[in-house]
Nanobody, 123 residues
Framework: QVQPVESGGGLVQPGGSLRLSCTFSGNILRFNVMGWYRQAPGKERELVAAISRGGYTNYGNSVKDRCIIVEDSAKNTAYLNMTSLKPEDTAVYYC?????????????????WGQGTQVTVSS
């Protein structure tokens, strides 16, 4: 099974920056998409950023001018860089990936979510 390991996050001051990373382990043949979603208390989960095969990126409207997602396919890792952080960026950030893995010699689709990492923007 594909397992994600998230790192980064924590407490950041307003106007600061952060970098999240997510490494996916497993017998991964290819990724279709990698990215992050976030969920703040009392709100629905929303897209932060995603990168699909071919390098096409998609960003949430609230972060698209402050956010860059980068994929390192050799390391099965995606990086999210955010700048000019605001208190409203406070949320649990979840990494996500979908693609094809090989399990017991059989190719199959996978859809994997991280457990989430807390990002708090506060002075």
């Amino acid at each position: 099974q594909v397992q994600p390991v998230e790192s980064g996050g924590g407490l950041v001051q307003p106007g600061g920056s952060l970098r999240l990373s997510c490494t996916f382990s497993g017998n991964i043949l290819r990724f279709n998409v990698m990215g992050w979603y976030r969920q703040a208390p009392g709100k629905e989960r929303e897209l932060v950023a995603a990168i699909s095969r071919g390098g096409y990126t998609n960003y949430g409207n609230s972060v698209k001018d402050r956010c860059i997602i980068v994929e390192d396919s050799a390391k099965n890792t995606a990086y999210l860089n955010m700048t000019s952080l605001k208190p409203e960026d406070t949320a649990v950030y979840y990494c996500y990936a979908a693609g094809t893995e090989v399990a017991d010699g059989v190719q199959q689709y996978f859809n994997s979510w991280g457990q989430g990492t807390q990002v708090t923007v506060s002075s």
